[in-house]
């Protein structure tokens, strides 16, 4: 799927964009299956193991932000994560020994999706080392208007930076308190069915959709084997077992120096990063909850 160029081209700037790594019918079942699970968030109240609603929801007019473990909710998106042709780009840029970290889907409705502000994967769920990634599979075309994933190139080989407010993790960045010049973030953009990679440490967000156009992106996180989750192993043995996707485990953590903070103490509003990110104090992106809603 992608020449030593592309893989050089990732190692320098922390991301990558691969068209045509699924099917037009691949992609139309992974939609069919996002679609049911969105109508079954009918009647929900609040957040829940499995959705994050958006602040306009209502158990009559359900808005969904975020799938939790869209693996784990419909088999379609288990499979997909070892399609070959996704194996093919990882084990160039990762290794040939993969595991699944996790995964979610992020789902920006047209006119009103919400943001996500300036954070690194890797102050969320530091590993023995840095060889792990995530990849956003666009279920739908994605431009520069309908809130793409943004990344700083180059970021993922500077410091970790702090995403605490007032003495606890919050999911962000603080835009007036680091020395990245925003205005070089680049937007991964591409037709449905093109997957883009980001490095763990890269500085990455996206803006509140306000077009007309969905724009949802479903999202694995993938590990080199022998990194290892420094939190400990979420789920026990056989739940890290059964998220091998190629190759083999392997009980010897590789550990390579990197500039590592914990998540910790917890955020005050645990769950999803929109909980996390309530807290942050000096935002980046603007964000109108009202937009789109009956109201206006």
């Not at 799938?67 to 290794?95: C, G, Q, T, W, Y």
Request: hydrophobic share 35%.
């Amino acid at each position: 799927m992608i020449s030593e160029a592309d893989a050089a081209f990732y190692r320098e700037n922390g991301y990558l964009v691969v068209e045509n790594v699924y099917a037009p019918e691949e992609v139309k079942a992974m939609r069919d299956a996002l679609s049911g699970l969105i109508d079954k968030a009918r009647g929900l109240t609040d957040h829940d193991s499995i959705y994050d609603l958006e602040p306009g929801h209502t158990p009559e007019n359900p808005r969904v932000r975020r799938i939790k473990k869209p693996f784990e909710a419909d088999p379609v998106f288990r499979d997909m994560v070892e399609h070959p042709n996704l194996i093919s780009v990882l084990s160039k840029i990762v290794s040939p020994d993969l595991r699944l970290h996790g995964g979610k889907i992020n789902i920006k409705a047209a006119e009103y999706g919400s943001p996500v502000e300036w954070h690194q994967d890797w102050a969320f769920y530091p590993h023995t080392n840095d060889d792990v990634l995530a990849v956003g599979v666009l279920l739908d075309d994605t431009t520069e208007e309908n809130g793409p994933l943004m990344v700083i190139p180059g970021s993922h080989k500077g410091p970790t930076y702090d995403h605490h407010v007032d003495g606890c993790f919050a999911g962000a960045m603080d835009p007036g308190a680091c020395d990245i010049d925003f205005s070089k973030a680049v937007a991964l953009t591409g037709k449905a069915g093109s997957c883009t990679f980001h490095h763990v440490r890269a500085v990455h967000g996206s803006a509140q959709n306000t077009s007309g156009r969905d724009r949802q992106l479903l999202l694995y996180q993938i590990a080199a084997a022998d990194a290892w989750d420094l939190r400990g192993v979420p789920g026990g043995w056989e739940e890290n077992e059964s998220r091998m996707i190629a190759g083999t485990s392997t009980l010897t953590p590789r550990v390579v120096d990197c500039p590592v903070r914990l998540p910790y103490p917890k955020a005050k509003r645990e769950g999803s990063i929109y909980e996390n990110q309530t807290a942050l104090k000096n935002r980046y992106f603007a964000f109108d909850p009202k937009v789109g809603t009956a109201a206006e």
